[in-house]
């Protein structure tokens, strides 16, 4: 049911400001000041950890959620070099 | 009050009955105000045994109360409300009957009060939640359909048999706590799990979901593997080897959802994860860990059917639900864009939303138990919804890349029931007590502690920030990724083919040594009838089908005499 392109949001230079590169960059720029003011307030709040390891480190929950989250993307992509068929694989 | 004794899950059913027989308007009153109806009856109804009778040679309870049952029930009468107003305009009439006798299912096993009235239940849910699938109305949610079917059948053949098993061998239809020691229960356990997609029979749900209309999976996201999970709470608290089924799912769904392209798929795998982390709270078994159990169940069916609800919208308008298709839909999709992200945000648990106020109990009860390594796989798990379903659910679907779609937004009744699913994720997120209250202990911990709020900040922050950063190896491709379906659905005919040709090979192989055999031995019999002239004249086929004849009737004879 795709409609004909019409932009009701359309700014002068033709696209969505969301989507403009100079726009882009101040996001990138907002959220990694975001990123670091969650760590800085650590500082404040104290740690969440409770078993006397790493988990009480400082940025503790940064790093491994970080961390794994690069694991679990990397293992994915080795599965799927595996695992991965087309997607009409089933039908044929 | 009327309520008092009656079983909720008839109204229900009644309420199926009559969608489908009435005309369009009238349904439409129906099934929007049944669900009500239902509720307020949920909650007319006292605790304890309510309705004792006899069914066949056995003594049943087909209506049972307790607060975590009261709890499920009214989830599911609410996600049968929702459901109902977000498709009632466009679902089939048959989609809308099935889906309310399935929901009514769901109610019943929620207030079934021994095995009997449970398995019976489990079976209703079963039929009509396959009826649903096939409601997709295409070749591929046919076929979908006869697997799902087969599945559940399984399901309850197993929970059947394990029933029969512990009443033979105990007496008892009780439903009470139990643990897998012995064959009767361990069937009854697998029975469960295979409705909550437990491994190794995952696939079912993203092989079905996926293929069912853009309504039908709201439905069926909330009531067969919530059931499951409220089985398994009565049936099976503390029992350890949920714990680690539990742990499997969640990064299964996770490693999944990664790989997949199908939005709706992405999202049916991340109903394994997190029915995951449920399985595994199951299996902690603490009076915490059944709480945050009952909890996470209550908020993931609304952010889950919320979740289905904006990929059904553009599904509806767009006719698309690969990522590969999608994108850039924000510009004209706003209203269930927006939901979309919020129902994302709940199910990453982010702070301020239902997810975060239970969710956190679970890994709570971890820690209280000193499971430290569960512990981590849940936290690390936790990073992991938010990058397979908190970013690239909305990210793949309304920005990623400019697909020239500009479909219109949702229609006011889909919109209608978004937002009020937003709501109430948020409202929940917010203020969680009417849930506490709901539970069937006090045991809850507060959850709003400023270094649990930033820990789990962190966490997903810098879990969204690896999403980016990998962007590039999360592109998408036009594939699949096989799964342990792959056995029964190709495996076994290549191996059955194998099979069939390594037998053929034998037979003409032997057929060959037999003939030759034979012919030898006809030849020397030739021999024979030329130099005497005895009977033996065996030269046509007759003669040669006589001799057979006679041979095998010689053996006849001589077993018939050794007996």
């Known amino acids: ?92 | 009050m009327i309520f008092e004794t009656f079983p909720p899950a008839l109204i229900l059913l009644f309420a199926a009955f009559m969608a489908v027989i009435s005309r369009p308007n009238a349904r439409a009153v129906i099934v929007l105000v049944a669900p009500l109806i239902t509720l307020w009856a949920i909650w007319s109804l006292p605790d304890g045994v309510l309705i004792t009778t006899r069914f066949l040679d056995y003594e049943i309870q087909p209506l049972e109360v307790s607060p975590v049952r009261r709890m499920f029930a009214t989830v599911f009468a609410i996600m049968a409300f929702t459901g109902a107003l977000y498709s009632f305009r466009t679902a089939k009439t048959a989609e809308l009957g099935a889906a309310f006798a399935y929901a009514s299912g769901a109610i019943g096993v929620c207030f079934a009060g021994d095995l009997i009235t449970l398995f019976i239940w489990w079976e209703m849910m079963a039929i009509f939640s396959t009826i649903v699938v096939w409601c997709g109305g295409t070749e591929a949610s046919r076929r979908a359909g006869i697997r799902y079917a087969m599945m559940h059948l399984l399901s309850g053949v197993l929970l059947k048999i394990g029933i029969e098993g512990v009443y033979v061998h105990t007496g008892s239809l009780e439903i009470e706590a139990m643990l897998a020691t012995d064959l009767d229960r361990w069937l009854i356990l697998i029975g469960i799990l295979i409705n909550a997609a437990a491994p190794p029979f995952s696939s079912w749900l993203p092989d079905a979901y996926p293929e069912t209309s853009p309504t039908g999976a709201v439905f069926l996201s909330a009531f067969t593997t919530k059931t499951a999970v409220l089985a398994l709470i009565l049936l099976f608290p503390g029992e350890k080897v949920l714990v680690w089924v539990g742990l499997y799912m969640v990064f299964y769904g996770i490693i999944y959802a990664l790989l997949e392209n199908d939005a709706r798929r992405i999202l049916a795998y991340s109903i394994i994860n997190q029915v995951g982390f449920m399985v595994c709270a199951v299996g902690i078994g603490t009076e915490l860990a059944l709480n945050g159990a009952a909890l996470h169940a209550f908020a993931h069916i609304i952010y889950k059917a919320l979740l289905l609800m904006s990929a059904g919208v553009v599904l509806y308008r767009t006719g698309q639900r690969k990522c590969t298709d999608l994108g850039g839909l924000f510009r004209t999709m706003p209203v269930t864009c927006i939901c979309g992200i919020i129902g994302a945000l709940a199910i990453s648990s982010f702070p301020l939303t239902s997810g975060y106020t239970t969710k956190t109990m679970i890994s709570v009860a971890a820690e209280q138990e000193h499971l430290v390594f569960v512990w981590y796989m849940l936290a690390a798990a936790s990073a992991g919804v938010f990058l397979h379903a908190g970013i690239k659910f909305p990210w793949f679907v309304f920005f990623q890349k400019d697909s020239g779609l500009r479909p219109k937004d949702a229609p006011w009744n889909m919109a209608a029931a978004m937002i009020f699913f937003a709501f109430l994720c948020i409202a929940l997120g917010i203020y969680a007590d009417p849930l506490y209250a709901m539970l069937p202990n006090s045991t809850i911990v507060p959850v709003y502690k400023p270094e649990k709020v930033v820990f789990y900040l962190q966490l997903l922050l810098f879990s969204g920030l690896a999403f980016f950063l990998l962007l590039n190896y999360m592109k998408r491709t036009l594939t699949i990724t096989l799964d342990l379906d792959w056995i029964w659905r190709v495996a076994i005919f290549r191996l059955g083919n194998l099979a069939y040709d390594a037998c053929s090979a034998v037979r003409t192989a032997a057929e060959k040594t037999i003939l030759s055999f034979l012919k030898t031995g006809r030849e020397g019999l030739d021999d024979l009838s030329e130099r005497d002239g005895l009977i033996l004249r065996a030269t046509s086929a007759t003669g040669l089908g006589a001799l057979y004849i006679m041979v095998l009737l010689t053996l006849y004879i001589l077993v018939y005499y050794l007996d």
């Open chain 1, 1 to 92: 049911m795709a409609q004909t392109p019409k932009k009701p949001e359309t700014a002068p230079d033709g696209d969505h400001w969301l989507v403009r590169p100079e726009n882009i960059r101040k996001i990138w720029i907002g959220s990694i000041i975001a990123l670091a003011i969650t760590v800085a307030v650590e500082l404040f709040t104290g740690t969440a950890g409770h078993f006397h390891g790493v988990d009480e480190w400082f940025a503790f929950p940064a790093v491994f959620g970080f961390l794994s989250c690069v694991v679990m993307v990397f293992v994915a992509k080795v599965l799927g070099n595996i695992l991965k068929r087309k997607d009409d694989y089933y039908d044929l």
